[in-house]
């Protein structure tokens, strides 16, 4: 019983870290219809960038954001505005496929060129400590990760709702032509947005570092999952991939008691494929995931 | 014209391996021969239907990974079961396909790589079936007193004949009412419909051939190399080199795949010849891929032509264009 709880707290505490690594998806797809296949590997690279800040300076690896969350913004606009704007609408959905994972394998070179693809590991004065909660026993950087994702998802969320901006990036995503022609700078909007995606994969890539080995062709492992919880949280929906992260890596954690690390993975391909069959359109998504 | 061209070419082909100066070229002759084979088998479905699927290395994985199997476990002929290997991936196929082809565009692609990475954990677990992490040798078809130059040299004639069928088969359904449906599901899929193509049946069915075909190529591939690893079986750089290799010669030109084939392909190994095996490939890949899509994305075949058609002599001062030209801007 105890080992069962144990495993649904970590559930609940992995959800969390899936859902912010998720967050990004849903942005880009739901600004321009684009699958980002370079999330993983940008994930990767903040993680890298965290490892390297705190080796460096010997730091917390927390403070590296302040240098990578505008880099990625940045970088997200320059990715929108750059490449992906140029696609010809007609092809956009199936050719920025193509453009961001060709992105993804350059981000990897490099990552492997750069730092070698040795396996690392961040060095964490607190790498060990436990907490009880619950009477379940949780790594405190698990928690860490947890309430990263809760801060950041929670400030996405209040971005998205209260702001004026977030008002014209939710208009942008359910109706372009509308959101145009009510005075919205589409094209700059959607730019922000990617950047925003990218913004949210700094702090990803940061809290997966804390708790994850993390080597070049790391991503590769990453895309499947996260895809699937887009999937399964309905293209384009931030909360409803939220909720399928949670649900998803409960399962995950709970699968793992009985079916062992390897087999458990296989849970998310096997919620993507029922859930193409039973509602293509996922879950949790509105209708923006019927037309695709 | 075409004729020479056709006759020129399989004469190459035919004459390759005693042109050959060593058995290394050889070797990476029958590599980029191998390359054009599944590139190939990708675009019947990538190039009739217009869906992209980056998953292709489950076909070609499985197909080495059935051939294998049935030679080791159910002791079949070499080329016996190479053939049933593939028959039994088409069938394999049909159930994925159902699945992926019920959703378009962006799905459709996340699918096709979900089913790799399915495809992976399961073949690097189940060691007691599979050989697991630590591969599978396949044993060769030809006896041991076959040398390995003779080796390459057969094989490269089994790939180039099977490229020789696949063509054939590409050529005849572009040709075909069912090769219209095709491409009129990767215009406009609505429209199509609503003009009575079965597209459901007919996207299927060109999925189907589209991996039996790589799945013989992947089982053509596993008989000469001799032993496959999960990790380069079902590896996403495989699928994605067949759609580089496909969109940088021309998805839509019967050609177009087997060209690519032969720039990427040479492109690689030169590089690793002379430079070792370097992560500067991945970034050149991710390059030449990034470039292709955004400046090339119909491919080395059609932009020639059209270089070719505005220099001919004749041309009207005023160009016409037709329809078809039109959507595609």
């Known amino acids: 019983m105890s080992l069962v709880f144990q495993s649904l707290v970590l559930g609940v505490l992995m959800g969390g870290l899936y859902a912010l690594l998720a967050a990004g998806l849903t942005l880009y797809f739901g600004v321009m219809r684009v699958v980002m296949i370079a999330h993983a590997a940008f994930l990767v690279l903040a993680a890298y960038l965290a490892w390297a800040f705190t080796v460096g300076t010997g730091l917390d690896p927390m403070l590296s954001l302040v240098v990578t969350v505008p880099l990625f913004f940045a970088v997200g606009v320059g990715v929108q505005r750059l490449l992906v704007a140029r696609l010809r609408p007609a092809t956009m959905t199936m050719m920025s496929v193509l453009l961001t994972f060709a992105v993804a394998l350059a981000v990897e070179g490099a990552l492997g060129l750069v730092f070698t693809g040795t396996h690392r590991r961040l060095p964490l004065s607190y790498a060990g400590a436990r907490l009880e909660l619950f009477g379940a026993s949780v790594a405190l950087v698990k928690l860490i990760a947890f309430g990263l994702a809760v801060v950041t998802l929670a400030g996405l969320h209040v971005l998205l709702k209260v702001t004026r901006f977030g008002q014209a990036l939710r208009a942008t995503m359910q109706h372009r032509e509308a959101a145009r022609l009510l005075g919205v700078d589409t094209d700059r909007v959607a730019g922000y947005g990617f950047g925003l995606g990218l913004a949210t994969a700094a702090v990803g890539g940061t809290a997966l570092a804390l708790d994850a080995t993390i080597y070049p062709s790391l991503h590769w492992a990453w895309i499947g999952p996260l895809m699937a919880i887009i999937v399964v949280g309905g293209l384009g929906s931030v909360g409803g991939a939220a909720i399928a992260a949670l649900l998803l890596g409960v399962g995950q954690n709970l699968l793992q008691l009985p079916l062992g690390t390897t087999w458990a993975q296989t849970f998310f391909y096997a919620a993507l494929f029922v859930t193409l069959i039973l509602r293509p359109q996922g879950f949790f998504g509105g209708r923006l995931a019927q037309r695709f | ?329």
């Open chain 2, 1 to 329: 014209m075409k004729a020479v061209g056709l006759v020129v070419l399989a004469a190459f082909l035919v004459a390759f391996p005693s042109l050959a100066s060593d058995p290394f070229v050889l070797s990476v002759g029958v590599v980029i021969a191998s390359y054009a084979v599944l590139a190939t088998g990708w675009n019947f479905v990538g190039g009739f239907t217009g869906y992209i699927s980056l998953g292709h290395a489950a076909y070609s994985g499985l197909g080495g990974y059935a051939t294998g199997l049935l030679i080791l476990r159910a002791g079949l002929n070499p080329w016996v079961a190479l053939v049933v290997g593939a028959l039994v991936v088409a069938v394999l196929a049909v159930p994925v396909g159902i699945a992926a082809l019920r959703v378009r565009g962006a799905s459709f692609v996340i699918v096709s790589i979900a089913v790799v990475l399915v495809l992976l954990l399961v073949f690097q677990s189940w060691g007691s079936v599979t050989g697991g992490s630590d591969g599978l040798r396949v044993p060769r078809p030809f006896d041991a007193d076959v040398l390995r130059p003779e080796q390459h040299q057969r094989f490269f004639h089994l790939h180039a004949v099977l490229l020789g069928v696949m063509l054939l088969c590409w050529w005849v359904i572009d040709r075909s009412r069912f090769g219209m449906g095709l491409k009129a599901i990767r215009e406009d899929e609505d429209k199509a419909r609503s003009l009575g193509v079965p597209t459901v049946r007919y996207k299927l069915a060109a999925f189907v051939v589209s991996a039996f075909f790589t799945a013989l190529g992947g089982g053509l591939y596993a008989l000469w190399f001799g032993f496959l690893d999960p990790i380069f079986q079902f590896s996403i750089l495989v699928g994605s080199n067949m759609v580089l290799m496909s969109l940088l010669g021309g998805v839509r030109s019967l050609f177009g795949p087997l060209v690519g084939a032969v720039v990427v392909g040479y492109a690689t190994e030169f590089s690793k010849a002379q430079y070792g095996d370097t992560q500067l490939h991945l970034v050149a890949m991710g390059v030449l891929l990034a470039v292709v899509v955004l400046f090339l994305p119909d491919g080395i075949i059609p932009a020639l032509r059209g270089l070719v058609a505005r220099l001919r002599p004749g041309q009207a001062s005023i160009r016409e264009v037709t329809q078809e030209e039109l959507v595609r801007r």
